[in-house]
């Protein structure tokens, strides 16, 4: 069934667009939404007729609904009453990407490096994939400062306390304030 799907896609790059077809990002979408789904919709466990998959599959198929839902969001903006603010979102989208997001990626992996340093010891900032998650987590939600009042500091060490109370500061000051501010006047 899901390869009834290709059968358009594969008209409109023989017969209507040729190769604009691949600079158009919503075939992109598209087709990463129905080569993904494929390999999940296939069976190819041991245990014959069960919805049992393996986890790669599992992988694809999440990145198949991802990408579906996307895709939905092409259709929508052809409505009226929703098109609108489906346009108004593509638009902020490449804005932050193209001015905005190589600031905040400065920023992210500054405060990154500084809060593994400083607070190695935290189960938060173990490693730096894991503090990159947490203090993108901490930007998200507003810091988050009923959760990190204390700082969960184990160093004992006098000065690594201070500098963590100073970065935690800056943090406070440059993306709480400065930066959100400025991703609220892109919009």
Known sequence: MTFLFFIPQIYHIVVTFGLEYFKQFKNFIKWTAYTTALPFLIDLSECENTPF??????????VAIFMAW???LSYVEKFDLLGIYVSMLKRITKTFIRKIFPIVLIFLIAFTLAFLCARKKQDEFKDFWVALL?????MADGF??????????????KYVVVI????????????????MNL?????
């Open 164 to 179: 963590s109370h100073l970065i935690s500061s800056i943090f406070l000051i440059m993306i709480a304030i400065i930066l």
């Open 134 to 138: 947490s203090i993108s987590a901490m």
């Open 70 to 72: 996307v895709d939905l």
């Open 53 to 62: 998959r393996e986890t790669w599959q599992w992988i694809l198929g999440t």
């Open 183 to 187: 991703m609220v006047n892109i919009g």
């Open 144 to 157: 988050g400062y009923e959760d990190h009042s204390d700082f969960h500091i184990v160093d004992t060490h």
